[in-house]
């Protein structure tokens, strides 16, 4: 998939990270999960699910969602990375190492 600036994500890409869930459309996270042969999932549910994690992340290139990650977490004390999903034009170019450290970083505030 040629990238905007008409080669295979060859040219410097900025990608913007968001912590808020408030822009996203759940339908396109449904779709990339689809995408990576993760099953299929309802928008409704992974809103309700992602509503439930302390942390989420979500990686955009312009407006096109292609990325994400949340924990499942008790709210103080632990917390697990789940669903950290990558599309795959966009693998290996350091997406998924920013969406990891984000949510780390944001579990530094735990107890």
């Known amino acids: 998939m040629a990238h905007a600036c008409g080669a295979m994500l060859s040219c410097a ?7 808020g869930d408030s822009d996203v459309n759940w339908t396109d996270v449904a779709e990339l999960f689809h ?7 309802q928008p409704d549910h992974l809103r309700a699910a992602f509503g439930h994690s ?3 992340c979500f990686a955009f290139d312009g407006t096109k969602l292609v990325g994400f990650g949340r924990t499942i977490d008790d709210g103080g004390y632990y917390a697990t990375l789940v669903d950290v999903v990558v ?4 693998q290996r170019k350091g997406v998924g190492r920013q ?3 984000t949510l780390q970083d944001a579990m530094k505030g735990f107890w």
């Not at 890409?13 to 912590?19: A, D, G, L, N, Y």
């Not at 995408?35 to 999932?41: D, H, I, L, T, V």
């Open 54 to 56: 302390t942390f989420k």
């Open 87 to 90: 599309h795959p034009d966009y």
């Open 99 to 101: 969406i990891m450290r």
């Open 13 to 19: 890409m900025t990608i913007r990270i968001e912590t």
């Open 35 to 41: 995408a990576m042969a993760w099953g299929e999932r």
